[in-house]
């Protein structure tokens, strides 16, 4: 685990944005993910979905974070979707049951994919 933990904005159509993550979420890194993430859903980009092909751990105030990202997207008429989520994340997301509450997308391509058909 380190402290590298990097958020870039790579697509963003109107409200809907996705955000490419990579490094390790935990203990450290945790805040910066919802710091970055709640700055995104202030600035407009209330509907996010996270790009997680580069994330490489994920411990339990990762997942918090993540919750309060989705509930901030909520708040503000938003939304929260994963994308390419590593297995043991998946994994731990469904044992959790939060992956009935998270949108889960094999790629961001595909999360992407029905807000575009109307564009």
């Known amino acids: 685990m380190t402290d590298e933990l990097h958020l870039a904005l790579q697509d963003t159509h109107g409200p809907l944005s996705v955000v490419a993550v990579s490094g390790d979420i935990d203990f450290h890194t945790a805040p910066r993910l919802r710091a970055g993430g709640l700055e995104l859903i202030g600035q407009g980009h209330r509907r996010l979905i ?10 339990s105030a990762g997942l918090s974070a ?21 297995d043991r ?20 391509a595909e999360a992407l994919a029905p807000h575009q058909q109307g564009a």
């Open 89 to 108: 994340l998946l994994n731990i997301l469904t044992v959790t049951g939060l992956r009935a509450v998270l949108p889960v997308h094999a790629t961001a």
């Open 66 to 86: 993540m919750i309060g990202l989705w509930h901030a997207a909520q708040e503000a008429g938003g939304s929260l979707a994963l994308a390419a989520v590593p």
């Open 50 to 59: 996270l790009d997680l092909t580069g994330v490489t751990f994920c411990d």
